[in-house]
């Protein structure tokens, strides 16, 4: 994959931001001649070229990998209830790998 900024731009890509975060995000980012979209786009290259986060993950940031961390968590655990698969506690001690 080349170098996203010269590609065709074809998908859009939704969140939900605090309108006051986005007013101060766009004014740093324009006071750099950048809108907040080119300002996404050169940090998913960025993570592209990186093979990963394009900065150092550091405890500043650890409530947000522990809310992902917990959604992801959330997640796998809904999709095992509605999976219709039983296990006793035994098998599930036993598939984490704890010792009773």
Known sequence: MGNIASMPKTETIRFKINPEIKQ???NI???NGLTLTQ???IFIQQSINAGGFP???TADNAELIKAHSTQILINELEAGKNSGELLDEREV????GVEI
């Open 24 to 26: 101060k995000i766009e």
């Open 39 to 41: 300002a996404i786009n």
């Open 93 to 96: 001690y036993n598939r984490l």
């Open 29 to 31: 980012y324009s006071q």
């Open 55 to 57: 900065f150092p993950i």
